[in-house]
């Protein structure tokens, strides 16, 4: 590709603002160097055009939750011989773990390298990359993606969770990521002691790393976190071999078991969040917590319906996820608006979620000086997308509803099927 490059199209639209007419980029050295009409770029820069007549310009997506160490197991489950029929949310989770127990580590690079494939044929050029295991970090380094990278921390007994937290941040803090930012990712409230807690917060703050923690997911997890009981504390403890890692009764919420321990800051991004009270949501805007929701799947997952009025009601900060695979159907967060929409339609309009995948992701992720929006001095993340004709008139509900992905861009690179 040339040095510079004017990429121009019937409307440049960006979250927040109007749309473009016959709006345009200058792409130079991987990020965008100017905005404009194509007039207005073609009198300042002799440079080559590439024109997209009927199509939008808009921003590449920004997924704030994925794991995409689990892209393959749709096919894992089965090569594994597994009996996968979770009935349940627990049930869900003891087989995911089943599934894992059947692999090698040579099953996770392919799988990784699908899920960017994914990604990036769908629009999205950011992620929010939950990763268990910090050996496949040069994966994400050579990718043309960017996003944060969160190491995840989970365990128990003394020995393995110290393990477990030496080297998520160690390799946080000293690893060449490449486009990436890292973060830490305590797992979950109840798959963490919480004598551990305070840990985590400590390293959190020496290295200055942001947290992205699932809260809330499923009711399982409320009465686990609240009064020790639940399907958590009679199947799946006695499964991972932690039943003498049960307390006693706490009676508070997983959000307020965190809070406690100072976990919930604005470098916090809480996932889920479908089993949140009033008290819980008013900590979380207290605090300055964005908030990712995966709602296609927790449907799939059938653990119920983040309480998104109640969000917006309080002004928390809104980012959509695609989770994994192994609980969703794609990685397109095309789809994911638009389920959403049917889920929410009385709550979250297009302009809504085209801002919760474009700058109100980059923003969750601690991200948006370099992506989610077309500015001078960003990466030169976007995506080219089919639109059906009209004018301005419902043109932002047309391109959420209607529009197709034609052309996608990773810091001025043209992805091509490779990542």
Same mark, same amino acid.
């Given at each position: 590709?040339?040095?510079?490059?004017?990429?121009?199209?019937?409307?440049?639209?960006?979250?927040?603002?109007?749309?473009?007419?016959?709006?345009?980029?200058?792409?130079?050295?991987?990020?965008?160097?100017?905005?404009?009409?194509?007039?207005?770029?073609?009198?300042?820069?002799?440079?080559?055009?590439?024109?997209?007549?009927?199509?939008?310009?808009?921003?590449?997506?920004?997924?704030?939750?994925?794991?995409?160490?689990?892209?393959?197991?749709?096919?894992?489950?089965?090569?594994?011989?597994?009996?996968?029929?979770?009935?349940?949310?627990?049930?869900?989770?003891?087989?995911?773990?089943?599934?894992? $127990?059947? %692999? =090698? &580590?040579?099953?996770?690079?392919? @799988?990784?390298?699908?899920?960017? /494939?994914?990604? +990036?044929?769908?629009?999205?050029?950011?992620?929010?990359?939950?990763?268990?295991?910090?050996?496949?970090?040069?994966?994400?380094?050579?990718?043309?993606?960017?996003?944060?990278?969160?190491?995840?921390?989970?365990?128990?007994?003394?020995?393995?969770?110290?393990?477990?937290?030496?080297?998520?941040?160690?390799?946080?803090?000293?690893?060449?990521?490449?486009?990436?930012?890292?973060?830490?990712?305590?797992?979950?409230?109840?798959?963490?002691?919480?004598?551990?807690?305070?840990?985590?917060?400590?390293?959190?703050?020496?290295?200055?790393?942001?947290?992205?923690?699932?809260?809330?997911?499923?009711?399982?997890?409320?009465?686990?976190?609240?009064?020790?009981?639940?399907?958590?504390?009679?199947?799946?403890?006695?499964?991972?071999?932690?039943? $003498?890692? %049960? =307390? &006693?009764?706490?009676?508070?919420? @997983?959000?307020?078991?965190?809070? /406690?321990?100072? +976990?919930?800051?604005?470098?916090?991004?809480?996932?889920?969040?479908?089993?949140?009270?009033?008290?819980?949501?008013?900590?979380?805007?207290?605090?300055?917590?964005?908030?990712?929701?995966?709602?296609?799947?927790?449907?799939?997952?059938?653990?119920?319906?983040?309480?998104?009025?109640?969000?917006?009601?309080?002004?928390?900060?809104?980012?959509?996820?695609?989770?994994?695979?192994?609980?969703?159907?794609?990685?397109?967060?095309?789809?994911?608006?638009?389920?959403?929409?049917?889920?929410?339609?009385?709550?979250?309009?297009?302009?809504?979620?085209?801002?919760?995948?474009?700058?109100?992701?980059?923003?969750?992720?601690?991200?948006?000086?370099?992506?989610?929006?077309?500015?001078?001095?960003?990466?030169?993340?976007?995506?080219?997308?089919?639109?059906?004709?009209?004018?301005?008139?419902?043109?932002?509900?047309?391109?959420?509803?209607?529009?197709?992905?034609?052309?996608?861009?990773?810091?001025?690179?043209?992805?091509?099927?490779?990542?």
């Amino acid at each position: 590709m040339p040095e510079s490059t004017i990429h121009a199209a019937s409307w440049l639209i960006n979250p927040d603002a109007p749309p473009v007419a016959g709006g345009a980029l200058l792409i130079r050295d991987g990020k965008v160097a100017a905005v404009g009409t194509l007039s207005e770029l073609r009198r300042a820069h002799f440079v080559p055009v590439a024109e997209y007549p009927g199509s939008a310009i808009i921003p590449g997506f920004v997924n704030a939750h994925t794991h995409l160490e689990l892209t393959h197991f749709p096919s894992w489950h089965l090569r594994t011989n597994i009996d996968y029929h979770p009935r349940s949310f627990t049930d869900w989770i003891i087989q995911i773990i089943k599934v894992a $127990r059947g %692999l =090698t &580590p040579a099953d996770y690079p392919p @799988s990784v390298h699908e899920g960017m /494939r994914m990604c +990036l044929e769908s629009g999205t050029t950011a992620i929010g990359e939950i990763l268990t295991n910090p050996a496949l970090t040069p994966l994400y380094k050579a990718s043309v993606m960017t996003g944060r990278l969160y190491f995840e921390v989970l365990g128990q007994g003394r020995t393995r969770f110290g393990e477990k937290l030496d080297a998520a941040t160690s390799t946080a803090a000293s690893a060449e990521t490449g486009a990436m930012t890292t973060g830490l990712s305590p797992h979950t409230p109840y798959t963490i002691g919480e004598e551990h807690l305070h840990r985590i917060r400590e390293a959190a703050s020496k290295d200055g790393l942001p947290l992205a923690i699932h809260i809330s997911e499923s009711a399982a997890e409320t009465d686990l976190i609240f009064d020790s009981s639940g399907p958590l504390a009679t199947d799946f403890y006695p499964f991972a071999g932690w039943e $003498r890692y %049960l =307390t &006693p009764p706490r009676r508070c919420s @997983s959000t307020e078991l965190m809070d /406690r321990h100072g +976990l919930l800051t604005p470098a916090t991004l809480a996932v889920h969040c479908v089993h949140v009270t009033l008290a819980d949501a008013r900590i979380l805007k207290e605090r300055g917590v964005s908030i990712a929701i995966c709602p296609r799947s927790n449907e799939q997952l059938d653990v119920g319906r983040a309480p998104v009025p109640l969000f917006k009601k309080l002004g928390i900060p809104l980012s959509l996820g695609t989770d994994s695979l192994a609980s969703n159907d794609s990685l397109s967060l095309w789809d994911e608006m638009r389920y959403a929409l049917d889920a929410f339609p009385h709550d979250l309009a297009p302009a809504d979620l085209f801002r919760m995948v474009t700058c109100g992701g980059a923003s969750a992720l601690g991200i948006s000086t370099s992506c989610g929006s077309l500015e001078v001095g960003k990466r030169a993340d976007f995506q080219v997308v089919g639109i059906i004709g009209g004018g301005e008139g419902g043109l932002l509900e047309r391109l959420v509803q209607t529009g197709s992905v034609q052309e996608v861009y990773a810091g001025g690179e043209r992805f091509v099927g490779k990542v």
